[in-house]
Each structure stands twice: as C-alpha cells, then as structure tokens.
C-alpha cells in the first residue's frame, strides 16, 4: 500500500470539507461532481464485492451517490468517506433484503493494457484465489477487508462506517486477516 505524506492526507481532507460545505450551503453540482470523482471507483468496487452482479453494483453505486446529494444538501456531512460507505452498506442489506438473492458473488472482472498474456492469466489466476477465499470468509471479514486493503480507508474511518469503535476495527482486521490467511494456506 502507498502512503502518502500526512500534509497529502491532511490536504485531501480539507478539500473534502470545502467541497461538502459547497454542497451543503450552496448546492453545488460541481463539487458534487468532484466529491463523486474521488469516491466512485471505491464505492463501485465495494459493492461489485458485495453484490451477485455487477450491473447491480452499478445500479447501487448510482444509488448512494443519489442519497449522497440528497443527504448533503440538507444535512453537513463531517467524514464522507465513511458516510458513503454507510449508504452503500444500507443498500446492500435493503437488497438481499428485497431481492432475497442466493446467487454467489461474480469475481470482479479485471482488465489490463500492455501486460502479456501469460502475465495477466497469472495475475487472474491470483486475483480469483484471493476473490475466491475472501468469499468464503464471514461478510463482516470480508467487508473490513475491503473497505481497509482495497479502498484505503483507515481504521477510524472504518469504523464510523461500521458504527464500531476503533479498536473493535482492529480486532475485526486482526481475525479477519488471521482467517483469510488460513483460507489461503489450505
């Protein structure tokens, strides 16, 4: 995982505060625009975890960014990257709910341009074992695995999606990685 330097971080964050407060007071489309610019691709790929298919992943990804702005334009919004994930965690319990879908869940597809053909069917053939073993873990194993590896989002904001405390974040990470690891082992 790349880290950045805390000022990036820091720098990012407050730019998402004036992008949510634009959005807030001023209905501000175009910062909306932003703000779903640096959440989509992470929202998508949590759900497409989530979901049986992934034209429901992007119906629901539609979805949270629509509760998003009706959300933000009537209420502040402290920490959006926990705040979306919350909305797309809602969604996805509203849909087995209504669905009652017992399909497994697809394997992202994955697309690469410039890697060799035996290259990208080592790396499919990893990616499957990984996405086949994160299936077989607990859905609370697999969604902090997500949100944490995959979407880079730190303990604390994990936990303000999750509604846990931080150190219950990092005792799920601690058993989740522990079962994960005993997956891919056998």
């Known amino acids: 995982m790349i880290r950045l330097p805390l000022t990036t971080i820091y720098m990012s964050t407050l730019r998402e505060k004036f992008l949510a407060y ?39 990804a539609s979805e949270v960014f629509l509760r998003g702005w009706e959300y933000m334009t009537s209420g502040a919004v402290n920490n959006l990257n926990a705040f979306f994930f919350r909305i ?6 509203d849909f087995y709910r209504k669905y009652k879908v017992t399909e497994e869940l697809d394997a992202a597809s994955m697309k690469s341009d410039g890697v060799s053909v035996s290259e ?6 990893e990616s499957d074992e990984l996405i086949e073993s994160l299936k077989g873990l607990k859905d609370e ?6 949100m944490r590896y995959l979407s880079e989002m730190e303990v604390g904001e994990i936990a303000s999606a999750l509604e846990k405390t931080s150190n219950g974040v990092r005792v799920l990470l601690h058993r989740a990685k522990k079962a994960l690891q005993e997956k891919v082992q056998k």
């Open 120 to 125: 990208e069917i080592a790396t499919k053939l």
């Open 22 to 60: 634009r959005v807030h007071r001023y209905q501000d489309a175009t910062a909306y625009g932003e703000i779903y610019d640096l959440f989509a691709d992470r929202i998508r790929r949590f759900l497409a975890f989530k979901l049986p298919r992934n034209e429901d992943a992007d119906e629901l």
């Open 141 to 146: 194993y697999r969604e902090v695995l997500v």
């Open 88 to 93: 797309a965690r809602n969604l996805v319990a």
